[in-house]
C-alpha cells in the first residue's frame, strides 16, 4: 500500500532561569542548545516540539459551496 505522508515539527527552547517561559531558541537544534547551556551553567532549561503529519494529498476544499455569483 502507498500513501503519501508528509512531517513537519516545530522546536523551541529556553532557559527558565535567564528568560522563564519564553523561547530563545528554535529550529532544529533548539533542545541539543538548551541541554549544552544547562551543562554550562546548571540552569533549568525546557525544550519543546510539536509534530505534525498529515497522510494524502491537499486538495481544494469543497469549491462548489462558495461559487462566486456575478
Known amino acids: 500500500m502507498s500513501r503519501s505522508t508528509s512531517t513537519s515539527s516545530i522546536v523551541m527552547a529556553g532557559c527558565f532561569v535567564c528568560k522563564g517561559s519564553d523561547a530563545i531558541w528554535t529550529g532544529k537544534n ?27 494529498l ?12 456575478a
Open 58 to 69: 491537499e486538495t481544494s476544499s469543497h469549491p462548489d459551496l462558495f461559487q462566486e455569483t
Open 30 to 56: 533548539a533542545m541539543a542548545v538548551a541541554a549544552r547551556h544547562h551543562d554550562a551553567t546548571g540552569h533549568q532549561t525546557w525544550a519543546d516540539q510539536s509534530l505534525s503529519i498529515r497522510y494524502g
